[in-house]
């Protein structure tokens, strides 16, 4: 993979996220959507994106919408963790 790669808007996640490709939501509100991995490596593997970024990488996104992606993400994990109690988060 190349890290200075073109952000391609027809990614799988630009897909989700236009409603194009269906998904089991865990949570959403208006920066960040969390779903259930169509190919989990665990019970409870949950992805959490950003709605609005840009990105290909970390390093591409604002500070400040990264603040917001790992409080969501925290806050995701919480549930994960105390519905299913895996062995790590």
Same mark, same amino acid.
Request: aromatic share 6%; hydrophobic share 45%.
């Given at each position: 993979m190349v890290q200075t790669a073109a952000y391609d808007s027809d990614n799988i996640f630009a897909k989700i996220l236009r409603g194009e490709i269906p998904n089991a939501t865990v949570y959403e509100d208006d920066d960040v959507l969390s779903f259930m991995d169509?190919?989990?490596? &665990?019970?409870?593997?949950?992805? =959490?994106?950003?709605?609005? %970024?840009? %990105? &290909?990488?970390?390093?591409?996104?604002?500070?400040? %919408?990264?603040? &917001?992606?790992?409080?969501?993400?925290?806050? =995701?994990? &919480?549930? =994960?963790?105390?519905?299913? %109690?895996p062995d790590g988060i």
């Amino acid at each position: 993979m190349v890290q200075t790669a073109a952000y391609d808007s027809d990614n799988i996640f630009a897909k989700i996220l236009r409603g194009e490709i269906p998904n089991a939501t865990v949570y959403e509100d208006d920066d960040v959507l969390s779903f259930m991995d169509a190919f989990p490596q &665990t019970d409870g593997h949950t992805l =959490v994106i950003p709605k609005d %970024a840009r %990105a &290909t990488n970390f390093l591409e996104i604002d500070p400040e %919408a990264l603040g &917001t992606l790992i409080k969501a993400t925290q806050k =995701v994990a &919480t549930a =994960v963790n105390a519905a299913l %109690a895996p062995d790590g988060i």
